[in-house]
């Protein structure tokens, strides 16, 4: 089992910045995959960002590429992070982190673990 706990949503306004950060605990966090995914008001659950389990790879959804950064600390932290820069309106969800004892993927079904979501609201 894997357990995941996100922080850092909150209200921010257009073109402001927020960081996620998603806890792991359990089985050993290093070899799971990670991803973000976000589900917006009244649409289905959609990909944010990936990160390999060594941290070596990317990957990003055209809609945050160049604002999102995803990172992760494999050592006593076990943290998965979404650096959010240059947030729009239509960034507005709620964010979940979830975990993945394969390769990275883009769709949610595939990961095995999941946190409980933390909101993210961005004023226009």
């Known amino acids: 089992q894997v357990q995941l706990v996100e922080s850092g949503g909150g209200l921010v306004q257009a073109g402001g910045s927020l960081r996620l950060s998603c806890a792991a605990s359990?089985?050993?966090?290093?070899?799971?995959?990670m991803g973000w995914f976000r589900q917006p008001p009244g649409k289905e659950r959609e990909f944010v960002a990936a990160i390999f389990w060594s941290g070596g790879a990317t990957y990003y959804a055209g809609s945050v590429k160049g604002r999102f950064t995803i990172s992760r600390d494999n050592t006593a932290k076990n943290t998965v992070y979404l650096q959010m820069n240059s947030l729009k309106a239509e960034d507005t969800a709620v964010y979940y982190c979830?975990?993945?004892?394969?390769?990275?993927?883009?769709?949610?079904?595939?990961?095995?673990?999941w946190g409980q979501g933390t909101q993210v609201t961005v004023s226009s």
């Open positions: 359990g089985r050993t966090f290093s070899r799971y995959a």
């Open positions: 979830a975990a993945r004892s394969s390769v990275v993927s883009r769709t949610p079904d595939q990961y095995e673990y």
